[in-house]
């Protein structure tokens, strides 16, 4: 039993560039999220998938982010023209449940990004 | 809108004392859900616990226990006789029923426990 895995590990880049994560949540769950981890804090939610469909997005997510899950699987986090306020470690995490259910969600081991 | 407190920013016990995280939440909805996690210096988090807002009793697992406290909005994790295995960051986390299951969590508590 896989859980929740997330590539590349760690990124460095300069200011400017764009980055792309992948996030693989594990195979039967249904709902896929992105948060945002930095330095003494605790992870901030970014976006939430319910299979496909991108179902809420946190204001924290500029338009410089853009987020897909294509067929209800992977996840791909896109940032564009990286700034210095986007080192972070982005975390993902998978669950299962239906619209009721809060079950509890498994976190992958994240993409630590720094933006040079 | 939710929040979720963990005073304590870090903690240092000897191995086999007793130690309890806070947590305090705050909400104006009656359906919620409380979690605990651990993230190991390997950074990965880790599942604890989950409760719901209408599930007082206390639970037990192992070391482990928790007690919820709807009257003061607390949460806290009590861990008996602490191991050095338990050295991590523990964060408190608060999700609204209806809403897309999406955690607020705390800064988290750093627990250092040395021989």
């Known amino acids: 039993d896989t859980g929740v895995s997330q590539d590349p590990r760690h990124k460095i880049t300069k200011r400017g560039q764009n980055v792309t994560f992948r996030c693989d949540p594990i195979?039967?769950?249904?709902?896929l999220y992105w948060y945002r981890q930095t330095l003494g804090q605790g992870p901030e939610f970014l976006t939430y998938?319910?299979?496909?469909?991108?179902?809420?997005k946190s204001r924290l997510l500029s338009d410089r982010f853009s987020a897909e899950r294509p067929k209800g699987s992977f996840s791909t986090l896109e940032i564009q023209r990286t700034e210095q306020g986007d080192s972070a470690m982005y975390l993902c995490?998978?669950?299962?449940?239906?619209?009721?259910?809060?079950?509890?969600?498994?976190f992958g081991p994240g993409t630590r990004l720094t933006v040079l | 809108a939710q929040k979720v407190t963990q005073a304590q920013t870090e903690i240092s016990v000897v191995e086999k004392e007793d130690v309890t995280l806070d947590c305090v939440y705050e909400t104006r909805d009656t359906t919620y859900y409380l979690f605990w996690y651990k993230q190991p210096p390997s950074g990965e988090l880790v599942f604890l616990i989950r409760?719901?807002?209408?599930?007082?009793q206390n639970e037990i697992s192992g070391r482990y226990s928790w007690n919820f406290q709807k009257s003061t909005s607390s949460f806290n994790f009590t861990i008996t006789a602490s191991q050095v295995v338990d050295s991590a960051v523990y964060f408190c986390?608060?999700?609204?029923?209806?809403?897309?299951?999406?955690?607020?969590f705390g800064t988290g508590t750093r627990l250092q426990v040395t021989l």
């Open positions: 995490a998978s669950s299962s449940g239906t619209s009721g259910g809060h079950n509890e969600q498994f």
């Open positions: 986390a608060l999700s609204i029923f209806g809403t897309a299951s999406k955690l607020t």
């Open positions: 409760r719901n807002s209408f599930d007082e």
């Open positions: 998938f319910q299979n496909e469909a991108q179902l809420e």
């Open positions: 195979s039967e769950h249904n709902r």
